[in-house]
């Protein structure tokens, strides 16, 4: 229940996501997490690194003007004060993606494993699907941009 809820504010949440480029041409944007970032919080920037990669070939290099932040109310205090406002009336396991405008993504946890899975979340958007674990398991689309 408490998944079904978070799911249902982050579709509201993330209309604006679309507006927001994450690889053109060969150039991503950077991916950043906080200074003290736990390890759920340097797992999932790394889980999404390693995943733009497998869907549009380059690695993350940052040359796309834009970025995406990672981490929790804890760990983040440049939160938007939607997204806090949200976190902190939110039950456990929540997460939410915002763009508030074409150059940068929030992806926020209530705390640090919900950054994990509001990375899946945007990898699930972007194509990708877990059927079980291993590469094997894995369903990874191609696409350039």
């Known amino acids: ?16 996501l679309y507006a927001f480029d994450i690889v053109k041409d060969g150039k991503t944007v950077s991916i950043h997490i906080p200074e003290k970032a736990s390890e759920s919080e340097k797992f999932a920037k790394q889980e999404l690194e390693t995943f733009l990669a497998k869907i549009t070939g380059p690695k993350v290099n940052g040359l796309l003007p834009g970025k995406i932040l990672l981490g929790t109310l804890q760990s983040r205090k440049d939160l938007p004060a939607k997204m ?13 993606l915002y763009a508030p405008s074409n150059e940068v ?19 699930e958007k972007l194509g990708v699907h877990f059927f079980y674990p291993g590469e094997l398991g894995e369903v990874i689309p191609q696409k350039k941009n």
Not at 84 to 96: H, I
Not at 105 to 123: Q, R, S, T
């Open 1 to 16: 229940m408490k998944r079904i809820i978070a799911v249902i504010l982050l579709a509201f949440l993330a209309c604006t």
């Open 84 to 96: 806090v406002k949200k976190l902190k009336s939110s039950k456990n396991d929540a997460f939410y």
């Open 105 to 123: 993504l929030y992806i926020a946890g209530k705390d640090p494993k919900c950054v994990l899975y509001g990375v899946h979340e945007l990898l």
